[in-house]
């Protein structure tokens, strides 16, 4: 069984707020604030990305296995409109030789798909995130604190750069997200922290005993072979090596 996507979002943002934000803070000298900050606006917009990249092919798998051909007229008829507008703009601005093929997933915003998700009924959201438990309202309200984020400062990017604070508020909300959806394989990924000494312990430790006791799948934890997929793809995202 393959790691949930949202437990890779959760470690990269734990990455972020325990490894490259204190770096930023050092002001030690140029070179190396210059290094953490290019580290740390890298590291934010690749979390970004891949949240939003997970999330349409979340919805994607889900619409195509329920709606069959007719996946992309099931969606809101807004979400529809503004991705045909969208794929109509970039078309006769490059070319359709130059385009994605439409209808297709990426042409939706990262608001397009928070509004899918938003319409599923509760038992449609689990089964479209593989979720454990029903944590709908929750994950929407993370999801536009994120979608904030993503829209203020890269999106539309502002003449000054995230302060720390922001940067923390984020990383908090893509760590509550698999406490969320995967509340069971986030408490073994926080192990992993801990195992990598990224995290600190007493935080790590709080994170656990703040798992909903329902949340738990029939053996209560992650399967050998999803953890030991989260333990090889930690490791070749940030090159650390098994402790013996």
Not at 43 to 70: C, H, N, P
Not at 102 to 114: H, I, K, Q, R
């Amino acid at each position: 069984m393959p790691v949930h996507a949202s437990v890779k979002w959760g470690v990269s943002a734990a990455v972020v707020a325990d490894h490259w934000l204190p770096r930023r803070d050092l002001g030690r000298s140029r070179l190396i604030d210059g290094v953490a900050e290019g580290m740390l606006v890298l590291s934010v917009m690749e979390l970004i990305e891949r949240i939003e990249m997970d999330l349409k092919t979340f919805v994607s798998r889900y619409l195509r296995r329920t709606a069959g051909q007719f996946w992309w007229s099931s969606m809101p008829s807004a979400v529809v409109r503004s991705a045909e507008a969208r794929h109509k703009w970039s078309a006769a601005a490059l070319g359709h030789r130059h385009v994605a093929r439409f209808p297709d997933v990426c042409w939706l915003t990262m608001g397009d798909v928070a509004r899918v998700l938003r319409e599923l009924d509760a038992t449609s959201w689990r089964k479209c995130l593989n979720a454990e438990v029903d944590g709908q309202y929750a994950f929407n309200r993370e999801l536009l604190r994120i979608k904030a984020f993503r829209d203020y400062y890269i999106a539309h990017p502002k003449p000054r750069k995230t302060t720390s604070a922001s940067l923390r508020s984020l990383c908090a909300s893509c760590c509550r997200m698999p406490r969320i959806i995967c509340p069971s394989d986030w408490s073994q990924a926080i192990e992993v922290l801990i195992e990598r000494r990224n995290v600190d312990l007493v935080v790590a430790r709080a994170a656990i005993a703040d798992r909903p006791p329902h949340g738990l799948r029939e053996d209560g934890k992650m399967t050998k072979d999803a953890y030991t997929a989260l333990l090889k793809w930690w490791d070749d995202m940030y090159g650390y090596g098994v402790r013996a």
